[in-house]
């Protein structure tokens, strides 16, 4: 394991504990994802609200229409989604069922079992990149982050998507599939208004962000997020004026962050490196 990732844990434990608390305060339990780890991954999401507000996917959907409907899910639904998009060399593309999670959380599918669900989806063709979705519900972050304004706040990835957890699965998903580069494998955050494509960073593109900050510490950029996610919600609020400062938090916990609105067409999964750089 590299530093990046320990750093990662690190701060994913403490937005972890943070969101926990605050849970706790308002009477509901929660449980540390980091702390549950691997182990509990395996084990069955429990079933706690009905089918009202579920999202689905067929698995011939479309990138756009899948996200039509995980967009409509992160408005609606109190919990959380996981969602799995292939898109295979030549064109062709599936979706995986999606997965209910609980208002804060979705373990999903364990890795072995996506992995041979994809295997028997793709049947004889190669696999172009794996997008491995998530959905932030508009409530639970309005909760967490104690939001109050109307407009639908900005829900980036949380301490834990960034945390050496996230990685861990991605290298699962490799040794399941050892064809499959690292850049194949992308990750995103849905949240209320457009997708968080982020990935672990490399110490060169971490320095060159940070060169002008050296002294942006860990406390700092959690405090530069949170801002950034209650301040999103306000009027006043410019995403353009804000965004160079949240990638900057981010890299302090080694993470490249790229957004991209619900309303940009852009094509297929593009993921944290597709230029150039626009809200
Ligand atoms: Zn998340």
Redesign the pocket.
């Given at each position: 394991m590299i530093v990046g990732n320990m750093s990662g844990a690190i701060v994913g434990h403490s937005i972890m504990n943070l969101m926990s608390e605050r849970l706790k305060r308002d009477g509901i339990k929660t449980s540390n994802a980091l702390k549950a780890g691997l182990v509990a991954a395996s084990l069955i999401t429990p079933y706690e609200h009905g089918p009202a507000n579920a999202a689905e996917i067929p698995r011939y959907a479309s990138w756009r229409q899948g996200i039509t409907e995980l967009k409509r899910s992160a408005l609606e639904s109190p919990n959380?989604y996981e969602a799995i998009f292939i898109q295979y060399k030549g064109g062709s593309s599936d979706w995986l069922p999606p997965v209910r999670g609980t208002p804060t959380?979705?373990k999903g599918r364990t890795v072995p079992e996506s992995a041979k669900m994809i295997r028997e989806y793709k049947a004889a063709r190669a696999i172009g990149r794996i997008c491995h979705l998530?959905?932030?519900p508009l409530n639970s972050i309005r909760h967490v982050f104690g939001v109050v304004d109307k407009k639908p706040p900005h829900?980036p990835?949380?301490g834990?998507?960034i945390s050496s957890l996230g990685d861990l699965m991605r290298n699962f998903f490799r040794m399941s599939m050892p064809q499959l580069q690292d850049h194949q494998i992308i990750q995103a955050?849905l949240d209320p208004r457009g997708i968080w494509y982020h990935r672990h960073m490399k110490v060169r593109e971490r320095d060159t962000i940070l060169k002008n900050d050296p002294h942006f510490s860990e406390i700092a950029a959690e405090r530069a997020i949170k801002s950034f996610v209650r301040d999103s919600a306000s009027d006043s609020f410019s995403f353009s004026a804000r965004y160079p400062e949240l990638q900057k938090a981010y890299a302090v916990f080694w993470r490249k962050v790229r957004f991209v609105s619900y309303d940009d067409q852009e094509p297929t999964c593009t993921g944290p490196d597709y230029g150039p750089e626009k809200k």
């Open positions: 959380e959380r979705v998530h959905t932030h829900g990835p949380s834990g998507d955050v």
